[in-house]
């Protein structure tokens, strides 16, 4: 959800993460598929007859609807490969496709990716290690298929399907190498994406294990400058994720010394990723903790580092903020079909902030926000929204670890989102009253989005 809470939209083109590999790389992430288990997976009899991928590259089209490709790849146990589906970015039409990793035979299904995290869109990519020697079978489609509607499909559903082989002499690829157990012997230096690459310059993709159900494993990274907020995104795993037969446990950002915990998230509450305030040309370090739990036979996970020089909107008018009448006043930003405001700040024990923005009538007011999900210290955010700031809130809630706060009709929405009775002012409120004495940041941010209902 980071795309709504955040106003760095320009900083996410697919375009310019061809600068990391020779080709594309994103991460993603789906919803859960339930497939029948009284019927044969299709996928048994049509991974037996699978197009061989010729060097890693192929090519095919959804027709008819309800279609699917199926493409075999060589692999070897132990090497990482990076899977995606390109399509026709400027056809309205194009396929909007599910990528899945099977066993040579068809009988497991791997992996799976929908629609890339790190970019929205409609294409489909993974990282996958692999766990044994043989083949790989490779299927396209339209996600209608997948989730069970009406299905489509036709002759513009075109893609181009590649597998390549990661090599981690590459710039911006990291291998977890070992010995990296402690906050006193991290891993470093990590190797980045080179500058003039664009906005995704110095960013870096790890790729780990772990060894145990004890395994901790601690990297070194660095701002460049400018920095003013950093992410590092989780890919999910399992076989509807990258393949990783663990999720990631607490994953925190240390001070460059181990001795002051900036952010914390406990990855299996289901946040996808750490976002944070940064200090430009400095040095953190990533701990990431295997989960108390069996790891399965292939527990690997991936990471990826994202410095940003962009942030939203921070409150400028602290501490006269904390009433209605001298709240800050949100800058708007048009888009297509809305207008949108990206907001931040911090929160103490006695500390309130308010924030103002136009409505008109009828209009539709969707909210994001994000702290402690986002990886702070702040452990119920109250969010709070109002058209008369002296009667009561047109809706109000405070923030959990298990769910973004999210008032929209976008599924997975926590609320409806608000309609607008009157056209004038509307305010934004945020508090907290609850906070954990072992993290140290205290920010929050929000995304505020008005529609005109039409």
């Not at 996410?12 to 789906?30: D, E, I, K, N, Y």
């Not at 692999?130 to 299927?139: M, N, S």
């Not at 145990?212 to 999910?236: C, K």
Request: hydrophobic residues 40%; charged residues 15%; contains cysteine.
């Amino acid at each position: 959800m980071h795309e709504r809470i955040v106003g760095l939209l320009d900083l996410r083109s697919g375009v310019l993460l061809a600068a990391l590999f020779c080709s594309t790389l994103h991460a993603g992430s789906s919803e859960r598929i339930f497939r029948s288990g009284f019927e044969e997976p299709a996928s048994i009899q049509a991974c037996s007859a699978a197009t061989p991928l010729a060097n890693g590259l192929g090519k095919g089209v959804i027709d008819p609807a309800g279609d699917v490709d199926y493409f075999a790849i060589d692999v070897v146990a132990g090497e990482w490969i990076f899977v995606d589906v390109s399509t026709n970015e400027l056809n309205p039409e194009r396929l909007d496709s599910v990528l899945t990793v099977y066993s040579g035979d068809g009988t497991q299904q791997l992996a799976r990716n929908d629609d890339a995290i790190l970019l929205g869109g409609t294409d489909s990519q993974l990282i996958h290690r692999v766990e044994q020697t043989g083949t790989v079978c490779l299927g396209v489609e339209d996600w209608t298929t997948v989730f069970g509607i009406t299905p489509e499909g036709g002759p513009d559903f075109t893609y181009t399907l590649g597998a390549t082989r990661l090599s981690f002499d590459d710039p911006g690829l990291n291998l977890d190498v070992g010995g990296n157990d402690s906050t006193a012997m991290p891993q470093t230096p990590l190797s980045y994406v080179p500058a003039f690459s664009g906005p995704l310059e110095h960013s870096a993709y790890i790729a780990g294990d772990f060894s145990s159900v004890s395994d901790v494993d601690v990297y070194e990274i660095v701002t460049p400058d400018p920095a003013l907020r950093m992410e590092v995104l989780f890919h999910p795993s399992g076989d509807e994720g990258n393949g990783g037969t663990t999720p990631l446990g607490i994953v925190e950002i240390l001070d460059s010394t181990g001795s002051t915990i900036i952010g914390r998230l406990d990855a299996t509450n289901g946040a996808d990723g750490l976002s944070l305030p940064a200090n430009a040309s400095s040095t953190y370090l990533l701990r990431v903790d295997s989960p108390p739990q069996a790891l399965g036979s292939n527990p690997f996970y991936v990471l990826h580092f994202l410095p940003f020089a962009g942030e939203n909107q921070q409150e400028a008018n602290e501490p006269d903020n904390g009433a209605a009448v001298s709240a800050e006043a949100a800058s708007p930003i048009k888009g297509p079909s809305q207008i949108s405001h990206f907001i931040g700040g911090t929160l103490d024990a006695s500390d309130v902030d308010w924030w103002s923005f136009q409505a008109g009538a009828g209009h539709t007011i969707s909210v994001f926000c994000a702290s402690q999900r986002n990886g702070s210290g702040v452990l119920d955010l109250t969010v709070a929204l109002y058209g008369n700031p002296v009667s009561p809130p047109l809706q109000q809630a405070v923030e959990t670890p298990f769910a973004d706060l999210a008032w929209s009709s976008l599924p997975g929405s926590t609320m409806p989102p608000v309609q607008a009775s009157f056209a004038g002012i509307h305010y934004l409120q945020l508090s907290a009253s609850a906070f954990s004495p072992e993290v140290a940041d205290r920010h929050y941010q929000c995304g505020i989005h008005v529609a005109d209902g039409s």
